[in-house]
Every structure is written in structure tokens, then in C-alpha cells.
């Protein structure tokens, strides 16, 4: 993994599939969403003021999980791309009746620096064509001390079809998903501090080739550079459908899949500058300086 790019993810693919993807949450998001919650039990900090990552994909199930355990936040849901954003509206959204003495929500394409305590991310890094760029964003979106909740896919995930598709001769049917302990360095080269990860293998099953494949597709799409690049056609779908019959039945007459789920936190620290004959800093990191002492300088 190269520190801007992921190699087995392209770019272009990554955009079209931001616009492609439906606007709903995966069943398998929200259940990565619902265990997720569960490790808020590890955080003894109790926002005020936390930021959804892109809830409409992410896992809607987990908003009034996260809202009935910190009732008195303020939770700002994030889209960037319109289209979700105005679907957010639809799910989130909240008439003034609603807003007296309900959850408090705002919704917004961005979020501001330092303006959050808590930042949720549920299954949204492993498609990330930038990740770096993306993990700085998050940082500067925290307060000092405020902390990042993430999930996504790890190396393991698929790797039946993988080795299905290598049998066969066919190009990968997808991208090599980053392992935890890389995403941990990244988070630290991000600026983070006291990362935390660990992950949980998942064995999902179908009974037909064609519901397997129906799920897929709303999990996602193929991004790998090196994936067929022309159109399949009917014949090839229907080989397809047929090795997956034959060879991804378990013990149990089920089709099977694994998927690795990695689960991370991590703190905004507070700043530490190293001083120079002339150094540059933030007004945020200034307070946070002041809040600390002169101990966090680094001479």
C-alpha cells in the first residue's frame, strides 16, 4: 500500500461508483454498525457535538443507537456527494415538532475543522481511493481529544471468490481490502494517537448463486485496475454462477462467503509543534498548546 493510493484500487472506478451505489444502507453495514456501537462501551468520553460519516451507505441503523446513548449531542450528519446528501435529508430530517425534545440533528455536505468530539465512519475507508487524504480530513474535523470511530473490510474478505476467480484464469473480482495493522500505522502518519483495531471474520451464506451475487452488487463494485475491462455476457455469467455452485457449498448445503471486518479508534492528541527558528501553527492548535503547557513542545 503506497502512502496516497491504495494499488488495487482505481480512482475512476472509485467515483463511479460513489454515483452507482444505492442509496441505502447494506444489510451487512448496518449489522458492522450495530457491533460497532457495542465498542462505544471501551469510551468513557461522552460527546456533545458528533459527526455521522456518511450515514446513507454507512449504516442508518445505527443513528438511534448512537442518539439513545448520547441524548443530549448534537449529531451532524455528513454527505459530501448531493445526491446522498438529499437522501440523508429524507432519512434524517426532522420537522419542528420532531426537533422539541427529540434527537438533535444537522446535516451537511461537510464538516468543520475541529468541531466535533466524536467523529462515526462505519464501512467507508476500504473503497477510499485516497485514504491518507481522507484520515486528515477526519483529524482536523476533531477537537483535541475527540476520538474517530471506524469499520470497513479487511485482506480476508471474499477470498473464496478470489480463489475461485484465480482458478478459473479470470482477473481479481475485486480489490485487496488493507490490513489492520497497516491501517493502524496510517492512522498514527495521519496525526493520530492510542490507535486501537482489531477484527471479527463474518461467514455469510445463500441458498442460490443468484441472491449471492444480487448482495454483492449492493455491497459494491469491482475497482480493481486490473479487473476485465470489456462487457461479460450471458454464457459468462452463467459459468460464473455455475462454479460458484459447485464449489462454495459448505458442509451445511449453503453457499459461503467470508468477510473480515477491522474495527479501529483513535484520539485527536493534543498538539505537538516542534519548535523552529519560525513555526506555524493553527489557532486551534494554539489553544490546545495553551490548554497543555510548554511541556508538549518538542525543542
Known amino acids: 500500500m503506497s502512502a496516497e493510493l491504495p494499488p488495487t484500487i482505481d480512482p475512476a ?26 465498542r462505544l462501551e ?13 450515514p446513507v451507505r ?58 466535533v468530539q466524536m467523529l462515526w465512519a462505519n464501512m467507508a475507508l476500504h473503497f477510499e481511493p485516497r485514504p491518507a487524504g481522507l484520515l486528515a480530513r477526519w483529524l482536523r474535523a476533531l477537537q483535541t481529544d475527540g476520538f474517530l470511530m471506524f469499520s470497513c473490510f479487511g485482506p480476508d474478505t471474499l477470498r473464496e471468490l478470489h480463489a475461485l476467480y484465480r482458478e478459473l ?16 500505522d496510517m492512522l498514527v502518519e495521519a496525526g493520530f494517537a492510542e490507535p486501537v483495531m482489531d ?31 470489456a462487457l461479460r455476457g450471458k454464457a459468462w455469467r452463467t459459468r460464473l454462477e455455475q462454479a460458484i455452485e459447485r464449489r462454495l457449498r ?8 467470508t468477510f ?18 519560525q513555526t506555524a501553527f493553527s489557532l486551534d492548535d494554539m489553544r490546545g498548546l495553551l490548554r497543555g503547557g510548554a511541556q508538549k513542545l518538542n525543542p
Open 13 to 38: 472506478a472509485a467515483a463511479r461508483w460513489v454515483r452507482a451505489a444505492p442509496a441505502r444502507s447494506p444489510w451487512l453495514h448496518d449489522e458492522v454498525a450495530r457491533r460497532m456501537a457495542q
Open 42 to 54: 471501551w469510551i468513557r468520553l461522552a460527546p456533545q457535538r458528533w459527526a455521522h460519516w456518511e
Open 58 to 115: 454507512g449504516g442508518l441503523a445505527a443513528q438511534p443507537l448512537l442518539e439513545q446513548r448520547y441524548p443530549q449531542a448534537v449529531c451532524l450528519a455528513v454527505e459530501p456527494d448531493e445526491q446522498r446528501l438529499a437522501a440523508a435529508r429524507q432519512a434524517l430530517g426532522q420537522s419542528w415538532w420532531q426537533r422539541w425534545g427529540g434527537p438533535r440533528r444537522e446535516l451537511a455536505g461537510s464538516v468543520a475543522d475541529a468541531s
Open 169 to 184: 484464469g479470470w482477473p481479481p473480482p475485486g480489490p485487496q481490502f488493507t490490513d489492520m495493522h497497516d491501517w493502524g
Open 199 to 229: 477484527m471479527e471474520r463474518l461467514t455469510l451464506t445463500w441458498e442460490t448463486p443468484q441472491r449471492l451475487l444480487a448482495e454483492l452488487r449492493e455491497l459494491g463494485a469491482n475497482l480493481h485496475p486490473g479487473r476485465f475491462a
Open 250 to 257: 459448505n458442509a451445511e448445503g449453503r453457499l459461503a462467503l
Open 260 to 277: 473480515e471486518i477491522v474495527y479501529g479508534h483513535a484520539l485527536r492528541p493534543e498538539p505537538r509543534v516542534r519548535v523552529q527558528a
